[in-house]
């Protein structure tokens, strides 16, 4: 029940431009359920609660994941995989969340897995009825990382709203590409899989946003307690983050500095995650 | 805009009754709560829609950009907001 191949048989390619074109790449997905072993780039799926996570997650991995709608469905990350354009992604779905720096059990679990395990590509997921709300934690993640890809998710129920998202001026402003999508219908997904290809190749440069602090006492302070997070936490992906965590007083992350776990979760040996149930 | 009118014109969010469009002007609360109050969108210059109030009067439902958030009326207490806005919907 893991091994789905929905793959139909590719036929010719009357032209050059057909096999790089994106369409018939994604008719080359191969959706490889639960089997994850020797993947070539890790991606994660973050985003607040009900914006159609689990549902893209399903639809590249080809697993059934519950999908419904209450709070905590997906309690802690589930994983799938895939194979495109002949490299494997190991696809980690983590819990809805509308932040990153509160201190729900959930928003620990998605900002630990962003931060420290370091995945090659991190899509968020926003609901483009609510995007206002939803930039907030695209805004929050992308000062944890540079690999972003932007999934407007409901695309469909906006436009029943009379909203008209402008993916393309929002592209431009985020710096990462950012993908219309009705993931319900698969619309969206080939462009979202060819993103996620160019951004974990390398291939598309990021120019992610990064919000200003505006504060020169804050700026010092930070010149003042990077070099010693970085001393203390050697390989530490992202030592600014933390130290604006420290000064911000995150009980979490404190806890993390005080009793040496921040340097075990920087070295990769975050709990394992829980094994997904397919149903 | 400018939303910071005198002190005179401002209460705090649990006073506002039912059915009342107001502005935060600011958020009083510290540290986690600050944060998460922040996270669920409410900051200054919000505009929040008193939506239903539980039998007891506590928690009451804020429509929030968009999004129906159950407060604490000590949570509402530390959130200031101006007295009434009229016409403005959330």
């Known amino acids: 029940m893991s091994n789905h191949t929905l793959e139909p048989t590719a036929p010719?390619?009357?032209?050059?431009?057909?096999?790089?074109?994106?369409?018939?790449?994604?008719?080359?997905?191969?959706?490889?359920?639960v089997d994850v072993s020797g993947w070539d780039y890790t991606v994660a799926l973050a985003g607040n609660p009900n914006t159609g996570k689990s549902t893209i997650f399903n639809a590249l991995t080809g697993l059934r994941q519950h999908t419904g709608n209450w709070p905590g469905k997906t309690v802690t990350r589930a994983e799938g995989g895939f194979v495109y354009?002949?490299?494997?992604?190991?696809?980690?779905?983590l819990p809805g969340t509308y932040s990153l720096l509160s201190t729900s059990t959930d928003e620990e679990v998605a900002r630990d897995f962003i931060l420290f395990g370091c995945p090659n590509v991190t899509i968020v997921v926003a609901d483009a009825t609510r995007l206002e709300r939803n930039l907030n934690l695209v805004l929050?993640?992308?000062?944890?990382?540079?690999?972003?890809?932007?999934a407007v998710n409901l695309i469909d129920e906006a436009r029943r709203h009379?909203?008209?998202v402008d993916?393309?001026?929002?592209?431009?402003?985020?710096?990462?590409?950012v993908v219309p999508m009705v993931a319900r219908r698969g619309e969206g997904l080939p462009e979202l899989l060819g993103f996620i290809a160019e951004?974990?190749?390398?291939?598309?440069?990021?120019?992610?946003?990064?919000?200003?602090?505006?504060?020169?006492?804050?700026?010092?302070?930070?010149?003042?307690?990077?070099?010693?997070?970085?001393?203390a936490f050697p390989g530490l992906p992202n030592a600014r983050w933390v130290a604006l965590r420290l000064l911000d007083g995150d009980p979490s992350i404190t806890q993390a500095v005080r009793d040496g776990t921040l340097g075990d979760l920087s070295r990769g040996l975050a709990p394992?995650?829980?094994?997904?149930?397919?149903? | 805009m400018n939303h910071q009118p005198s002190a005179a014109l401002?209460?705090?969010?649990?006073?506002?009754?039912?059915?009342?469009?107001?502005?935060?002007l600011s958020i009083q609360s510290e540290g986690v709560v600050r944060r998460r109050m922040f996270d669920l969108g409410i900051t200054p210059g919000t505009l929040i829609r008193v939506e239903a109030r539980s039998p007891l009067g506590d928690p009451t439902a804020y429509l929030v950009r968009d999004t129906i958030i159950a407060l604490r009326r000590e949570q509402a207490r530390q959130i200031s907001v101006t007295l009434s806005l009229e016409g403005e919907p959330a």
Request: hydrophobic share 40%; charged share 20%; proline share 7%.
């Open chain 1, 199 to 231: 951004v974990a190749s390398g291939a598309y440069q990021t120019r992610p946003r990064h919000l200003a602090l505006r504060n020169p006492n804050l700026e010092r302070a930070l010149d003042q307690l990077i070099p010693q997070v970085t001393a």
């Open chain 2, 10 to 24: 401002s209460t705090t969010l649990d006073q506002i009754p039912c059915g009342t469009t107001i502005r935060v």
């Open chain 1, 167 to 177: 993916t393309r001026g929002l592209t431009r402003d985020l710096g990462v590409p």
């Open chain 1, 85 to 93: 354009q002949n490299k494997r992604y190991k696809l980690i779905d």
């Open chain 1, 162 to 164: 009379g909203i008209t």
């Open chain 1, 12 to 33: 010719a390619a009357p032209h050059a431009a057909c096999a790089t074109c994106p369409v018939q790449a994604h008719a080359r997905l191969r959706k490889l359920g």
């Open chain 1, 140 to 150: 929050q993640i992308l000062a944890i990382t540079d690999r972003v890809v932007v």
């Open chain 1, 272 to 279: 394992a995650p829980i094994a997904l149930e397919v149903v």
